[in-house]
């Protein structure tokens, strides 16, 4: 919160308005799915309705709870206007929807409606979010190394015949036995002609005898998300896709040697790009190299092609490149790694040979 008055301060804004649950959060620890923090540069004050009493007074630091039945939204707008020397509030408009803006405005006072709410320029909380403490970084440490032992898990289960689908719910079934609060994005399984679909969701299809299968996959741990993917092999590979899954390995390295404090994101994704492309790839890698994770399984900064924004120390960002080869296969390697000063540590340390079953 200290952190966030002086970005006020120095944004010249008396009020903000936050309403992205994951920021609420981030901000004063509260968990639940109906809530709006209001910031001054004296005060906090958390507004959220009856179901969450009990929760609110236990989770939330830093900041005065306040239960109602109206909007906690509204009732956070409201609290703002009447604080002494609270002129504006700065909202996060990515966030918001003008419906939303309209409710907010018509529960002003006349004389404040057209003023008082002011939308932010850059995502406020979101930017403090990105880099990491002490104690961020051992959650989402943690969270990854469950990744890799579910990996490990996984790979005793699979083999020729059994659905995706299956191999999906096996996964998610041991992630909650060893303590998992839910996955952070649907399970990718994609296998076969499949995985040269980047988002292929898990279906009836059984795994063939040969070809890649890609994994996808991610847990909350504490509210921390874990993203990993590990394409394998089933049955034995020609010498063409050994070559395709080296050639992605090569540019996932690549990029992971990249990383480090000050360097650009597009730099980082350069490195990637570059493998490829000397492989004559470049076109099969049709996304951005990585992407910010935390609290949210996708967050600053976006790690593509021309970003400007440097990394810096704290951050903890994906690595994954890949190819798509349509009505063929697709491999994609995607690990977690910390910025530090010096360099960047994988936090998922799930080999990344190809592995052949
Ligand atoms: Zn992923
Ligand atoms: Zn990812």
């Avoid at 469950?146 to 005793?156: A, N, P, S, T, Y």
Wanted: aromatic fraction near 6%; include cysteine; glycine fraction near 10%.
């Amino acid at each position: 919160m200290g952190a966030l008055r002086r970005k006020l301060s120095r944004a010249g804004l008396s009020g903000l308005l936050v309403t992205h649950l994951p920021d609420v959060c981030y901000l004063c620890g509260f968990t639940g799915s109906s809530a709006a923090l209001a910031v001054t540069r004296r005060a906090a004050r958390l507004f959220t309705d009856g179901r969450y009493a009990i929760q609110a007074n236990e989770e939330v630091k830093a900041a005065r709870v306040q239960i109602g039945s109206s909007s906690p939204a509204v009732a956070a707008v409201q609290w703002l206007a009447a604080q002494p020397g609270v002129e504006t509030a700065g909202y996060d408009p990515t966030r918001t929807t003008v419906a939303e803006l309209a409710n907010w405005r018509a529960a002003l006072p006349a004389r404040l409606r057209r003023s008082f709410l002011s939308a932010l320029p850059a995502p406020f909380v979101e930017l403090l979010r990105c880099v990491k403490d002490q104690d961020e970084l051992a959650l989402m440490a943690e969270a990854a190394h469950l990744g890799c032992r579910l990996f490990d898990h996984i790979l005793k289960f699979i083999r020729p015949g059994i659905p995706e689908l299956e191999v999906a719910a096996e996964l998610e079934h041991r992630a909650r036995l060893l303590g998992a609060e839910g996955m952070s994005f649907e399970t990718i399984v994609a296998s076969g002609a499949r995985s040269a679909l980047p988002h292929g969701r898990a279906t009836e299809q059984p795994l063939p005898r040969r070809g890649f299968l890609t994994l996808d996959f991610g847990i909350i741990l504490k509210g921390y998300c874990s993203d990993m993917t590990r394409t394998v092999f089933l049955g034995k590979p020609k010498p063409g896709e050994r070559h395709a899954y080296q050639s992605v390995l090569e540019a996932q390295q690549a990029a992971v040697a990249a990383v480090t404090a000050g360097i650009s994101c597009g730099e980082v994704d350069e490195a990637a790009r570059s493998v490829l492309r000397r492989q004559r790839l470049a076109e099969a890698f049709t996304h951005s190299t990585g992407h910010g994770v935390g609290l949210e399984i996708h967050e600053l900064p976006r790690v593509g092609a021309g970003q400007a924004t440097r990394l810096a120390a704290g951050m903890v960002i994906t690595i994954e490149p890949g190819i798509y080869l349509p009505g063929r296969y697709g491999v994609r390697i995607e690990d977690m790694v910390t910025v530090t000063r010096n360099g960047g540590e994988v936090l998922t340390h799930s080999p990344k040979a190809l592995i052949e079953l």
